[in-house]
């Protein structure tokens, strides 16, 4: 199989491609503009996950959206791990590849959760360097995602979206943004959502995250397991206005639906995209 060219990514909505779904994508592919896909779920020596990724990106630009380098940890990058992803970039040219402003390994053990950083001057010195470092190794830009957290560091003076703004000014990175997390923070610390999305520099902003929540008490838990809530969507129909219309990824990794009401949730914020560019005509 010829591999393909590189695919840009349009101002459109996309899904998570999960292997739950493999057999029905490919014998019936969904009208959908692109696919997301965790790069960590293809680093095995061949087999049936690899060919049939090869078999999708013949039909769909794709995203990569990582787990596993754990940017702000203070144990070394795992240049292993950063190889083993720029293989499989230099292979199937994804128009994407993201990771999360997130630490999950100490001592080189790994937590199953992606755990927040305190926004500090040297915390930021950090991660830039590290993001730095993952740049040069795989010759391209990367995508970085605000987390949520159920948790604030006593020291940790700089607002998240000023953190993420001057990384961004620093190493020339992008941003994945997603809504449903600058919610869930929102409801669960008691803060503005547009007083982040307002430090956000717009130019950076190259794709943009939608999920479900679910509601513990008090407490918002960023669950991926269920629709996106109407708060989200009102909140998405926003940045899209204020941004401007960019690639929109449905995530859903637990308690996974049929297929046909990923797709719908897909074309739901297809609607919203397309209002933003009916009022800028």
């Known amino acids: 199989m010829s591999r393909p060219h590189p695919a840009p990514i349009p101002a459109q909505a996309g899904i998570g491609l999960r292997s739950h779904h493999f057999r029905e994508i490919l014998d019936s592919p969904p009208p959908v503009a692109w696919m997301e896909t965790h790069p960590e779920n293809y680093f095995g020596q061949g087999g049936a996950p690899l060919r049939i990724l090869e078999r999708i990106r013949t039909q769909y630009p794709l995203s990569f959206h990582g787990v596993g380098l754990s940017l702000g940890s203070t144990d070394p990058l795992d240049h292993a791990?950063?190889?083993?992803?720029?293989?499989?970039?230099?292979?199937?040219?994804?128009?994407?590849?993201?990771?999360?402003?997130?630490?999950?390994?100490v001592g080189g053990r790994f937590f199953n959760d992606l755990l927040p950083l305190p926004y500090t001057e040297e915390s930021l010195d950090h991660v830039c360097a590290r993001i730095d470092e993952v740049q040069?190794?795989?010759?391209?830009?990367?995508?970085?995602?605000?987390?949520?957290?159920?948790?604030?560091?006593?020291?940790?003076?700089?607002?998240?979206?000023?953190?993420?703004?001057?990384?961004?000014k620093r190493t020339g990175c992008g941003i994945?943004?997603?809504?449903?997390?600058?919610?869930?923070?929102?409801?669960?610390?008691?803060?503005?959502?547009?007083?982040?999305?307002?430090?956000?520099?717009?130019?950076?902003?190259?794709?943009?995250?939608?999920?479900?929540?679910?509601?513990?008490?008090?407490?918002?838990?960023?669950?991926?397991?269920?629709?996106?809530?109407?708060?989200?969507?009102?909140?998405?129909?926003?940045?899209?206005?204020?941004?401007?219309?960019r690639p929109t990824l449905i995530e859903w990794d637990t308690n996974l639906p049929a297929l046909p009401l990923l797709v719908a949730q897909a074309a739901q914020a297809d609607a919203v995209l397309g209002g933003c560019h009916a009022d800028a005509v």
Request: hydrophobic fraction near 50%.
């Open 81 to 105: 791990h950063l190889h083993k992803l720029k293989a499989l970039i230099d292979r199937f040219e994804p128009a994407f590849v993201s990771e999360h402003l997130s630490w999950c390994s």
């Open 136 to 168: 040069t190794v795989l010759k391209r830009s990367l995508l970085v995602e605000n987390i949520t957290r159920y948790l604030t560091w006593r020291e940790s003076p700089l607002p998240e979206g000023v953190f993420m703004a001057e990384m961004v």
């Open 176 to 245: 994945a943004l997603d809504l449903n997390n600058v919610y869930v923070n929102a409801v669960n610390f008691g803060l503005d959502p547009l007083v982040f999305l307002d430090a956000i520099p717009a130019e950076a902003v190259q794709e943009i995250h939608l999920a479900g929540f679910e509601r513990f008490g008090r407490w918002l838990i960023d669950t991926h397991g269920r629709t996106v809530y109407p708060e989200v969507w009102s909140l998405y129909a926003w940045a899209i206005h204020h941004f401007g219309p």
